[in-house]
């Protein structure tokens, strides 16, 4: 799983809220990859609440 954050993130946090291992913000979201396997459906679920729709999910 590949995941982006687009332009557009407000740094808001609710993504970091979900799951602090895979997002960190730093006045706009970061994704550390090497946390993504095992947390997947917490990216997914980020990407779902992300009030601006900057997360980008890409199942490979
Ligand atoms: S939820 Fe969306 S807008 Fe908020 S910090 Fe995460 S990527 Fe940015």
């Known amino acids: ?9 407000t740094g808001c946090g609710a993504c970091e809220a979900i799951n602090p291992d895979v997002f960190h913000i730093d006045s706009t ?3 550390d ?6 947390n ?7 990407a779902l609440i ?4 900057a ?4 199942d490979i």
């Open 1 to 9: 799983m590949i995941v982006t954050i687009m332009d557009g993130c």
């Open 50 to 53: 992300c009030p601006v729709n």
């Open 29 to 31: 979201a970061h994704v």
């Open 33 to 38: 990859s090497s946390k993504i396997p095992g």
């Open 40 to 46: 997947e459906q917490d990216c997914i679920d980020a």
């Open 55 to 58: 997360i980008w999910v890409e």
